[in-house]
T-cell receptor, first 113, second 111 residues
Framework: QQQVKQSPQSLIVQKGGISIINCAYENTAFDYFPWYQQFPGKGPALLIAIRPDVSEKKEGRFTISFNKSAKQFSLHIMDSQPGDSATYFCAAPSRAGSYQLTFGKGTKLSVIP | EAQVTQNPRYLITVTGKKLTVTCSQNMNHEYMSWYRQDPGLGLRQIYYSMNVEVTDKGDVPEGYKVSRKEKRNFPLILESPSPNQTSLYFC??????????FGPGTRLTVL
């Protein structure tokens, strides 16, 4: 069974700063590693995802870095804005070839002006 | 508009009264799943379905049932709800091997 450890639990960043959230998984996995963003009262929304054959993927201010040998991946939010304040979840496939996802416990990000 | 819809969005019920939470997607996705979200525990999968008539247990299936008679619908059934099933529930769908799209959530309170 896949285990995903996400850190930190909460994060406070000043506007314009860089937010970094880390995830580590235990079992070898394939397909993709997504990050979800969730605002209060809303469902998680896919933010960005990376396939394990790529070490980095960038979309606007959001970047995923993937280290397959260390079984770690991280989300970087550049030039963080108050509108980025939300809870972020990483996820990893529960087992090879599985469509199931195992989620981290989430990071609550607060971006202060 | 591509979306996953859930109904009802809010529900307060009493212990033992059977209820169904509906989920529907309009993206022709094969894969659908149900999660519950609890403070400090994150998102935990209850059941999933690979396609019509194909369902399987997730990590926390006790006390829940599902069915998949049509591709677009995946209802979650609580035959005899208990207070420990008070939670925020999300339905999700996707094509195989791609990230899931989540519904808006159903907040369930069991008294």
């Amino acid at each position: 069974q896949q285990q995903v450890k996400q850190s930190p639990q909460s994060l406070i960043v000043q506007k314009g700063g860089i937010s970094i959230i880390n995830c580590a998984y235990e079992n070898t996995a394939f397909d993709y590693f997504p990050w979800y963003q969730q605002f209060p009262g809303k469902g998680p929304a896919l933010l960005i995802a990376i396939r394990p054959d790529v070490s980095e993927k960038k979309e606007g201010r959001f970047t995923i870095s993937f280290n397959k040998s260390a079984k770690q991946f991280s989300l970087h939010i550049m030039d963080s804005q108050p509108g980025d304040s939300a809870t972020y979840f990483c996820a990893a496939p529960s087992r090879a070839g599985s469509y199931q996802l195992t989620f981290g416990k989430g990071t609550k990000l607060s971006v202060i002006p | 508009e591509a979306q996953v819809t859930q109904n009802p969005r809010y529900l307060i019920t009493v212990t033992g009264k059977k209820l169904t939470v509906t989920c529907s997607q309009n993206m022709n996705h094969e894969y659908m799943s149900w999660y519950r979200q609890d403070p400090g525990l994150g998102l935990r999968q209850i059941y999933y379905s690979m396609n019509v008539e194909v369902t399987d247990k997730g990590d926390v299936p006790e006390g829940y049932k599902v069915s998949r008679k049509e591709k677009r619908n995946f209802p979650l059934i609580l035959e005899s709800p208990s207070p420990n099933q008070t939670s925020l529930y999300f339905c999700a769908s996707s094509f195989p091997g791609t990230p899931s799209y989540f519904g808006p959530g159903t907040r369930l309170t069991v008294l």
